[in-house]
Structures are given as structure tokens and as C-alpha cells.
């Protein structure tokens, strides 16, 4: 029902900055809207939410990222962000953008924790940070 295809990741050193986007395509239009976010996994460690957005705007992040990235959605280009500042090589890993559609406008979206809940996934880009 959602296909994903993310883009700009890369390399950069410990303290940069990297944007990630995240083309969105609905295979329909849902009433209810829609719940975004970013997943990442690195090699030897569980992987872990740290982003999500819900269609009103309201957003929520690990404690891993809080005050570092910012996740946004722009409808007229039908892209998710990710901006990424103050990177530390922990951040190093592969991120994932996911998305779930939702029944009601007001239903919650899944919490970062629930990886399960957010059917769609894309390809994933890779971020290495180095110190």
C-alpha cells in the first residue's frame, strides 16, 4: 500500500550533519492518514526506532537522537526527512524509512519500539560516521 525508496546517506565526520529523505508513494489515498518513520540497524546491536511522525504533525524520537535530529514530512513533495546534526560514530548504521497507514485520523501511530506495526519499509541507506 506504501512504497518507499530512500536516499542521502553517506559519510561524514563525528559532529556533521546529513539530511535523509524518503520519497513516499501511496498506492491509494487513506482517509486516516498516514504514520512515518526512521528505523536503523547497525552489525551486533538490536535494531532500534528513532523517529516517527504522525499525519497531524506530531512527532516523537529515541533518547538516542532527542535534541540532535529532526524528522519532517513536506505533503507537496511527498518526502520524509530526517535531518541528522551533531552525529556521533554510535549513529553509524543502516536507516530504514518505514510507514503504516492508518484506519482513523486520530487513531496513535505504533510506538518506536514496535518495529512490527509499520508494514512498509524501504531499501535503506547507509549512514558511517567516523571519529
Known amino acids: 500500500q506504501v512504497q518507499l525508496v530512500e536516499s542521502g546517506g553517506g559519510s561524514v565526520q563525528a559532529g556533521g550533519s546529513l539530511r535523509l529523505s524518503c520519497a513516499v508513494y501511496l498506492v491509494r489515498d487513506n482517509d486516516g492518514g498516514i504514520c512515518m518513520g526512521w528505523f536503523r540497524e547497525a552489525p551486533g546491536r538490536k535494531r532500534e526506532g528513532v523517529a516517527g511522525i504522525d499525519t497531524n504533525g506530531a512527532t516523537k524520537y529515541s533518547d538516542s537522537v532527542k535534541g540532535r535530529f529532526t524528522i519532517s514530512h513536506s505533503d507537496a513533495e511527498n518526502t520524509l526527512y530526517l535531518q541528522m546534526n551533531s552525529l556521533k560514530p554510535e549513529d553509524t548504521a543502516m536507516y530504514y524509512c518505514?510507514?503504516?497507514?492508518?484506519?482513523?485520523?486520530?487513531?496513535?501511530?505504533?510506538?518506536?519500539?514496535?518495529?512490527?506495526?509499520?508494514?512498509?519499509w524501504g531499501q535503506g541507506t547507509q549512514v558511517t560516521v567516523s571519529s
Open positions: 518505514v510507514a503504516v497507514l492508518k484506519y482513523g485520523r486520530y487513531d496513535p501511530c505504533p510506538a518506536l519500539t514496535s518495529e512490527g506495526d509499520y508494514g512498509s
